[in-house]
């Protein structure tokens, strides 16, 4: 089965520089998350996307911009990079099959790894 | 409003004996309820989920987990740990908005397995 596609899975940068994550969701998924894993800490939301508009934003910075094109891919841009962000990077789809107050399953990607020296 | 207490940030126990997990959650609604597992430098895997359906869940691995709304409990077990459960555990509260899923990740708990 397919499962949610990211590149690069490893990524080094320089302080200042700029970044730009990828991520290929699952077939017919409709909603996209972005979250950070800082070492040794548990995945904090970043931003999401439904069908293509930004549907919830949490913990992301100002520096950082994301989108979701029309075939659903999504992209999360980070500029000025700091030496805090380095971090492992997950995204993560879902598609609402539910029909109560829960939540769905979201299938996670394998994660790009950050480094900013 | 929604939170995730894991109220174990490190178990350790001996090959071949049960694992206990604990995980209690607060929401405003009825939420779905999710077990993730992290090995080192790895993704997340699912373990298993509660989508309002049979209240003991059973997952991959051997892993178990029950939903008590009474107690506000989610708890992962298994009866017999093995040296490949030893990883990161995060327990996932997540609940439906109109158009996405609020989700909130437990701190985790690291599992360590002696032989």
């Known amino acids: 089965a397919a499962g949610v596609i990211q590149s690069p899975r490893h990524l080094i940068k320089e302080k200042r520089e700029t970044a730009t994550l990828k991520c290929y969701p699952i077939p017919r998924h409709d909603t996209v998350y972005w979250y950070q894993q800082g070492p040794g800490q548990d995945p904090q939301f970043l931003i999401s996307?439904?069908?293509?508009?930004?549907?919830d934003k949490g913990s992301i910075p100002d520096r950082f911009s994301a989108q979701q094109f029309s075939d659903y891919h999504s992209e999360l841009n980070m500029s000025s990079l700091e030496l805090g962000d380095s971090a492992l990077y997950f995204c993560?789809?879902?598609?609402?099959?539910?029909?109560?107050?829960?939540?769905?399953?979201?299938?996670f990607g394998p994660g790009t790894r950050l480094t900013v020296l | 409003a929604q939170s995730v207490t894991q109220l174990d940030s490190h178990v350790s126990v001996s090959e071949g004996t049960p694992v206990l997990l604990r995980c209690n959650y607060s929401s405003s609604y009825s939420p779905s309820l999710f077990w993730y597992v992290q090995h080192p430098n790895k993704g997340l895997q699912l373990l298993l989920k509660y989508t309002s359906a049979a209240t003991l869940v059973k997952g991959i691995n051997g892993f178990e987990a029950e939903f008590k709304k009474s107690e506000t409990s989610f708890h992962l077990t298994k009866p017999s740990a093995h040296m490949s459960d030893a990883a990161e555990y995060f327990c996932v509260v997540s609940g439906r908005k109109t158009s996405y899923d609020k989700v909130i990740f437990g701190p985790g708990t690291s599992l360590s397995v002696i032989p």
């Open positions: 996307f439904y069908e293509k508009m930004q549907s």
């Open positions: 993560a789809s879902s598609f609402n099959t539910l029909q109560g107050e829960g939540g769905n399953e979201q299938f």
